[in-house]
């Protein structure tokens, strides 16, 4: 087996990926070189010019403006206009299937350049690709060296064709300050276009962090993760440098997500307790809450950029507001967050404004399902969305029926938001009127995840996935069925709230059992044994997410520690200790075989594999993503806890 290199230099994170200030650039799933900046901007996808024909020599981000230093290991080559645009439109163009060539050969009005300028300067030709939207812009240059020859061309597509004028002329792009690699000098001689990039903007969003990490790696004993010590290493070091980068640009994830989602920031933050600063978290909810309306409503995601501009010139509605777990979810957190976070009164108004819009809905409703289609979008055949929680994709719940009431909004963030309530009742400034009923309410939900029990064949319980077809009949006499799927979102229940014995142990249980969860790189969201045809190929199916897992992971965690002070049967204690250890070691193995921190993966015979390798997959995923550096971060500090702690040792 090759030996992966574990170090990180020149920002580069791993191989065809870096992070440099705000740009993340990188070789995506069709090798394409693409470079994504600030606003969630493509600056840079180049077309039909495939992997092998680009070296990457040096990155660096200075004063917001990125340098990309390498060549074109040919000595001719089409450089047709880079594909630009705004990430969001990229997506949707692009989806699963198609590359920047094809997108180019469906339109060419998509993904282009509006500005192209070819100028020459000290010898050097420079040529400018740009977009503007309103008084702001985004360009990417390349500069060539007096040795290339540069001529415009039409066909196949616009751009220009590059050719070497001499095999062999001296250049200083090749010298060895440039391009030396460790100590070996590069070996890049001759048929080669060396190239410079450079990427600007004027729309610039920063926030500086100056401390984001309370825990010193000088502190770790890495030896104790044996055969992993060097990548548990390097991926301490590679997830502060994503987080950092996220966190400071606005963005969820490098490559996809652009913008705040609040659940994904706010789950993060939950997840990073002990690690992340105190100041971060705050940060990280406060800018969850940045667009609560009136109502009290939250938001799934916010647009920048050229996106938000072209939507504000058409006057459409920007917000998007169909989820029902974002409110819930910024009450559920509080116990986490540091009294700082209060002190900012614009920060309680909103959080009051939530808290009245959850007992409103708490008051008038049995249970809380997915919401319905605007009135414009509504058809007698589609009435309500197909999504509502983070298992956003349209197979998550099946189709099964149009009325779904997921089990983490009606079982955990609901009951567990109300107590909430009740508990910051004063920093919330609510009245007695506001809550007169509180203690009525959190009985009524708190009772909520008993209408999920079922008993799995072998008799052990579980809960179910959602209920759905849910009505009343003519004496208001409720009923429900029941989507019978063993699911990982159980983690919520045991992280947010204290569980009994027997919860626990089937849910232990399960996560060892391959016939439910495991596999040997991580438990799957949905257990094998069910009867509605999930598959690794859905992005909510057969697969494992790391943020999925370390919920697992502190849910156990947590009940681990109350186990051991309430004098749990010893066995039950013991059986805890080798769950958690068991998954996050399987974890643990499996990113390391990756050298990855994937969002999403899938486990074949025992082998992890990226989501986005297999052919019929259906969605796409990131390799850098919030929740999932923040929860790589958690597994591996249980185990390290686990193994190091002498209070744990004799159990």
């Known amino acids: 087996m090759k030996k992966i290199n574990h170090k990180i230099k020149n920002n580069q994170l791993k191989k065809d990926l870096w992070i440099a200030g705000g740009y993340c650039i990188d070789f995506d799933s069709f090798k394409q070189f693409r470079i994504i900046g600030p606003n969630n901007h493509l600056f840079c996808g180049?077309?039909?010019?495939?992997?092998?024909?680009?070296?990457?020599?040096?990155?660096?981000?200075?004063?917001?403006?990125?340098?990309?230093?390498?060549?074109?290991?040919?000595e001719s080559l089409n450089l047709y206009y880079p594909a630009m645009d705004d990430v969001r439109t990229m997506r949707k163009l692009v989806g699963c299937d198609d590359t920047f060539l094809s997108v180019r050969e469906k339109d060419f009005s998509c993904l282009i350049p509006q500005i192209i300028r070819?100028?020459?300067?000290?010898?050097?030709?420079?040529?400018?690709?740009?977009?503007?939207?309103?008084?702001?812009f985004y360009e990417t240059a390349f500069q060539f060296e007096p040795?290339?020859?540069?001529?415009?061309?039409?066909?196949?597509?616009?751009?220009?064709?590059?050719?070497?004028?001499?095999?062999?002329?001296?250049?200083?792009?090749?010298q060895r300050e440039n391009f030396q690699e460790g100590n070996k000098k590069s070996k890049s001689r001759g048929k080669k276009i060396p190239f410079i990039i450079i990427c600007r903007t004027n729309d610039l969003n920063l926030k500086e962090i100056k401390k984001m990490s309370l825990i010193k790696e000088s502190d770790f004993k890495f030896e104790l993760f044996k055969e992993n010590a060097d990548f548990v290493k390097y991926i301490f070091k590679r997830t502060k440098i994503e987080i950092k980068h996220l966190l400071e640009w606005g963005k969820t994830s490098g490559d996809r997500f652009g913008t705040i989602f609040p659940r994904d920031w706010m789950e993060a933050a939950d997840l990073g307790v002990h690690d992340l600063t105190s100041e971060v978290r705050s940060y990280m909810y406060q800018m969850s809450l940045k667009n609560v309306?009136?109502?009290?409503?939250?938001?799934?995601?916010?647009?920048?950029?050229?996106?938000?501009?072209?939507?504000?010139?058409?006057?459409?509605?920007?917000?998007?507001?169909?989820?029902?777990?974002?409110?819930?979810?910024?009450?559920?957190?509080?116990?986490?967050?540091?009294?700082?976070?209060?002190?900012?009164?614009?920060?309680?108004?909103?959080?009051?404004?939530?808290?009245?819009?959850?007992?409103?809905?708490?008051?008038?409703?049995?249970?809380?399902?997915?919401?319905?289609?605007?009135?414009?979008?509504?058809?007698?055949?589609?009435?309500?969305?197909?999504?509502?929680?983070?298992?956003?994709?349209?197979?998550?719940?099946?189709?099964?029926?149009?009325?779904?009431?997921?089990?983490?909004?009606?079982?955990?963030?609901?009951?567990?938001?109300?107590?909430?309530?009740?508990?910051?009742?004063?920093?919330?400034?609510?009245s007695n009127k506001d809550i007169k009923d509180i203690d009525d309410l959190i009985k009524k939900w708190s009772g909520k995840k008993k209408n999920y029990l079922f008993k799995n064949s072998d008799g052990r319980m579980a809960y179910a996935l959602a209920l759905y077809d849910i009505k009343k009949n003519k004496n208001k006499k409720l009923s429900?069925?029941?989507?019978?799927?063993?699911?990982?979102?159980?983690?919520?229940?045991?992280?947010?709230?204290?569980s009994e014995q027997k919860e626990i142990k089937s849910f232990c249980e399960r996560l060892l059992s391959p016939q439910y969860f495991y596999t040997k790189s991580g438990p799957l969201i949905i257990a094998k044994n069910n009867k509605y045809f999930y598959t690794q190929e859905e992005y909510h199916g057969?697969?494992?997410?790391?943020?999925?897992?370390?919920?697992?992971?502190?849910?156990?965690?947590?009940?681990?520690?109350?186990?051991?002070?309430?004098?749990?049967?010893?066995?039950?204690?013991?059986?805890?200790?080798?769950?958690?250890?068991?998954?996050?070691?399987?974890?643990?193995?499996?990113?390391?075989?990756?050298?990855?921190?994937?969002?999403?993966?899938?486990?074949?015979?025992?082998?992890?594999?990226?989501?986005?390798?297999?052919?019929?997959?259906?969605n796409r995923a990131s390799e850098v993503q919030l929740w999932s550096a923040v929860g790589m971060r958690r597994i591996i500090r249980k185990y390290y806890e686990l193994l190091k702690d002498e209070k744990y040792k004799d159990i």
């Open 147 to 174: 040795g290339i020859e540069i001529k415009k061309i039409k066909k196949p597509f616009a751009g220009f064709k590059l050719k070497c004028a001499s095999k062999n002329f001296p250049n200083p792009l090749l």
């Open 542 to 618: 057969l697969v494992i997410w790391m943020k999925q897992t370390a919920f697992a992971v502190l849910g156990l965690s947590k009940h681990f520690k109350i186990a051991i002070i309430e004098n749990w049967p010893r066995p039950l204690q013991k059986l805890i200790k080798k769950t958690i250890l068991a998954i996050t070691q399987d974890t643990i193995e499996a990113a390391s075989k990756l050298n990855s921190v994937p969002e999403v993966y899938i486990d074949v015979n025992g082998v992890p594999k990226l989501f986005s390798d297999q052919i019929n997959a259906r």
């Open 46 to 74: 180049l077309v039909d010019i495939p992997h092998h024909k680009i070296a990457v020599k040096y990155v660096k981000e200075e004063n917001n403006v990125l340098t990309v230093k390498g060549y074109f290991n040919s």
């Open 118 to 136: 070819k100028i020459k300067r000290d010898g050097k030709t420079i040529l400018k690709f740009k977009r503007m939207y309103g008084k702001y």
């Open 480 to 498: 429900y069925k029941k989507l019978k799927v063993n699911h990982l979102d159980e983690s919520y229940l045991y992280t947010y709230c204290k």
């Open 293 to 430: 309306n009136e109502k009290g409503e939250g938001w799934h995601e916010d647009v920048v950029g050229e996106y938000k501009y072209e939507f504000e010139v058409s006057g459409k509605e920007i917000i998007d507001r169909k989820m029902i777990d974002i409110e819930p979810h910024y009450l559920i957190g509080l116990d986490y967050l540091p009294q700082n976070f209060w002190l900012e009164k614009g920060i309680r108004e909103k959080l009051k404004k939530v808290a009245k819009y959850i007992l409103k809905k708490a008051r008038y409703n049995d249970f809380i399902i997915f919401k319905k289609l605007p009135s414009s979008r509504r058809t007698k055949n589609e009435e309500y969305y197909l999504m509502g929680n983070w298992r956003d994709s349209g197979s998550a719940f099946k189709k099964i029926h149009p009325i779904i009431a997921p089990f983490d909004v009606n079982a955990v963030f609901y009951p567990k938001a109300l107590v909430n309530i009740k508990k910051y009742r004063k920093h919330l400034n609510l």
